[in-house]
């Protein structure tokens, strides 16, 4: 295949970045850049829970996202009284990929509220969301933990996700916009610090693949999270 137009090579994800500081002092947030895509993750914590968990003693964790109006080359129009399909479908993954990470039951009657807001769409944004809310999401139970009395043992694992796919017969990690509406192949791959899956997304877009094709692409992801999730240790261990 031709070479990836960032020049990168097959296996290689793009230039990540973390930063914090976006948002108002009291509340947890994490911009999260790979490449040109570009989400905002916040995390805040009410010390109520939905209906259905109230006497329980156990906490809870929801998503939301959502693209900005300015944030594809073609303006998007805003959730403002029905959210699209695929906006719900993208944040019951984030909701379920972090909600792996906690132990609910010793988070006390407290809700976790996860939005992710994409400032800047160029492909990989569910996994940039569940990335950057990961990183949040460790903030914020580090915070509990230390100045509510949460046990240490409610934050089970760290994870990050990755796009990858197949481009003209070739497994690609952490897909640009331009690779991804030309893959044979897309996958949204979400995995844990103990390198264990968490979610396998995935579906044939323009041609079917073999099983050898399919752990090809999952290796080549596989390298990818491991990749981010370094990054967010290294990210986290400046902090704490």
């Keep these: 295949m031709a070479d990836r137009s960032s020049a990168r090579q097959w296996d290689e994800i793009r230039t990540l ?17 790979f490449g040109n895509t570009k989400v905002l993750c916040g995390v805040s914590v009410v010390d109520k829970v939905p209906h259905f ?9 929801t998503a ?3 693209m900005l109006p300015l944030s594809t080359n073609e303006r998007v129009n805003r959730d403002r009284f029905k959210q699209n399909g695929r906006s719900i479908e993208i944040q019951r993954l984030i909701g379920r990929s972090l909600r792996a990470m906690v132990d609910l039951s010793l988070l006390g009657e407290r809700t976790i509220m996860v939005d992710c807001d994409v400032l800047s769409a160029d492909g990989g944004t569910r996994t940039a969301a569940i990335t ?9 139970l580090n915070r509990l933990i230390e100045k509510e009395g949460v046990p240490e043992a409610a934050l089970k694992f760290g994870l990050a996700a ?3 796919g197949i481009v003209d017969g070739q497994s690609l990690v952490d897909l640009e916009y ?18 264990e899956w968490i979610e396998v997304q995935g579906s044939s877009e323009n041609a079917p693949f073999s099983h050898e094709q399919f752990l090809d692409v999952l290796a080549v992801g596989q390298k990818g999270v ?3 999730l370094e990054a967010q240790n290294q990210f986290l261990a400046e902090r704490f």
């Design 53 to 61: 968990l109230r006497g329980s003693g156990n906490g809870w964790l």
């Design 226 to 228: 491991r990749h981010i």
């Design 162 to 164: 990755v796009s990858a």
């Design 17 to 33: 970045r973390f930063s914090q500081g976006i948002t108002h002092p009291s509340q947890q947030s994490v911009l999260t850049e």
């Design 178 to 195: 331009v690779e991804d509406s030309r893959a044979d192949a897309d996958l949204n791959l979400v995995m844990n610090d103990q390198n």
């Design 132 to 140: 950057g809310a990961s990183v949040a999401l460790q903030c914020i």
């Design 64 to 66: 939301e996202y959502s």
